[in-house]
């Protein structure tokens, strides 16, 4: 038994891209305790709500996040949309998902070049980013932005792309698909890359349903969880399936963002043949009243919006509960037992986002 | 053999062009919807202050008594809530970034006194 010591981790450190602090109680080499403490970086972008209209809210809640800001825009225009009994057309739902799920390739290229990184690999790290690029153009043709989209509103969507457009968003998908192809098999097959990842900071399913783990953590895990299956957007019609492992390790949860990024160019191909042609949004006229909860499935995992309004046009109440958040619990659970040099890539793979946690 | 596996894909990238532009030796490409700045058409504005009203930061201030219609280039978030409202059309979105500075600029645009107004019957024709 060796002595106890306590090492501190972030919220400066070179593979973590926002600010979370951990107090590492080690022992010789082996992590026993791991201690989280975020609030680095609380915005207070909640308390906004008594500032903006609701429908000017949007472009708050899209910069919660900079990578799933799409997804943050269409779960409060859900919310909101909810609330107001606002039935969207098909048109703009299918837009909606088209984009939802771009953002969902992009994020898991951003986090596989972050991952790749977190074990040293640079020149992996390069070329996913590399990729992601193409997936930004390709927003900034649709909408305008590359980062934040501002076409999400509440009733529809503000900008259509016509039937070509998206042709040639499947076309570039698909022409990049062999090198992500390339890429990833990198992360499956190469030995020196599953010496870091197989069998490192397990988390079992009935760990990860006891910890509230969401989203590609918890389906590493083997929990069937995934708030694409609620019936949001146009996934029922998609013919959607969630993707599944068991290993629950890290190798797992990589395997887990690799398959995702492939079906989400399948959805988005599906959707771009089946897309309908019609209204991109409807005139929402009132208030909001009452109390409304949306789920959706970000790239990170489930994220929970909750509005309440009394009749004004200003919300008396909006919540977001980020995916990072929950899945804090499970990594310290994993964080338990593993070695001191394996924590970067642990802490990387629930792939956290600490500013959307701390809003 | 599993290892090596991006031996190909950073020999390809040995020979091959870089994938960042030299820039600014070479332009960036801006598309068409490339939410970039905000311009005005002095001529048809009539001052009525909707974009003002409208925009979410508080970037734009219309001052009626003064003919000046202004924006803060640093706290307009460009979501183009001012260009869909307009009801003379007369702002539109460039699809290119303003230039980058050290301190925060307020562009202030004059605008002319607008010629006699037009008929009903004339505007209709139009």
Not at chain 1, 50 to 62: F, G, N
Not at chain 1, 252 to 259: D, L, P, Q
Not at chain 1, 266 to 280: C, N, R, S, Y
Request: net charge neutral; with cysteine.
């Amino acid at each position: 038994m060796g002595k106890r010591t306590i090492i501190p981790f972030g919220p400066q450190h070179p593979v973590l891209p926002e600010p979370i602090h951990l107090d590492l109680v080690i022992e010789d080499e082996t992590v026993v305790e791991a201690i989280p403490s975020i609030g680095f970086i609380h915005r207070g972008l909640e308390k906004l709500v008594e500032k903006k209209e609701y429908a000017e809210m949007v472009y708050v809640i899209e910069r919660v996040c900079g990578i799933c800001s799409f997804g943050h825009g269409w779960g409060y225009c859900a919310a909101v949309e909810g609330l107001m009994k606002v039935e969207v057309p098909t048109r703009a739902n299918y837009l909606r998902t088209i984009w939802h799920e771009l953002s969902r390739v992009h994020s898991h290229l951003l986090w596989l070049g972050l991952m790749a990184d977190a074990f040293g690999f640079e020149s992996l790290f390069m070329h996913c980013w590399r990729l992601r690029e193409t997936i930004l153009d390709m927003f900034e043709k649709t909408t305008g932005g590359r980062v934040i989209f501002s076409v999400c509103k509440v009733g529809g969507v503000r900008k259509d792309v016509d039937n070509e457009t998206l042709g040639g968003i499947v076309d570039g998908l698909n022409k990049i698909k062999a090198e992500i192809k390339g890429l990833t098999d990198v992360f499956i097959t190469d030995k020196s890359v599953k010496n870091r990842t197989l069998g490192v900071g397990v988390l079992s399913k009935e760990k990860a349903m006891e910890f509230g783990a969401v989203g590609p953590v918890a389906r590493a895990s083997g929990v069937l969880q995934d708030m694409r299956l609620t019936g949001k957007g146009v996934y029922d019609e998609l013919g959607f399936e969630p993707v599944i492992e068991e290993g629950g390790d890290c190798y797992a949860r990589t395997a887990v963002r690799i398959r995702e990024v492939f079906q989400s160019i399948e959805l988005i191909e599906t959707a771009a043949k089946g897309i309908p042609d019609g209204d991109i949004a409807i005139a929402v006229k009132g208030n909001p009243d009452g109390e409304f909860v949306a789920r959706m499935e970000q790239p990170r995992g489930e994220a929970f919006y909750y509005a309440k309004g009394s009749g004004s046009k200003f919300l008396d109440r909006m919540r977001v509960r980020t995916p990072t958040n929950q899945n804090i619990p499970a990594l310290v659970q994993m964080l338990q037992g593993a070695d001191l040099a394996d924590v970067p890539v642990l802490v990387l793979t629930i792939d956290p986002c600490i500013s959307c946690t701390e809003r | 053999m599993g290892t090596f596996k991006i031996g190909g894909v950073v020999l390809k990238s040995l020979f091959n062009k870089p994938a960042t532009l030299m820039y600014p030796v070479i332009p960036r490409k801006w598309e068409e919807r490339t939410r970039g700045s905000i311009g005005i058409e002095e001529a048809s504005c009539i001052l009525c202050g909707i974009c003002a009203k409208k925009c979410p930061t508080h970037a734009i201030a219309v001052a009626k008594d003064q003919r000046t219609w202004a924006i803060e280039r640093m706290q307009c978030i460009q979501c183009g809530s001012c260009v869909e409202t307009c009801p003379k059309k007369c702002l539109r979105m460039i699809p290119e970034y303003t230039a980058p500075g050290t301190e925060k600029i307020t562009d202030v645009v004059s605008i002319p006194e607008q010629q006699k107004q037009p008929k009903p019957e004339a505007a209709a024709a139009e």
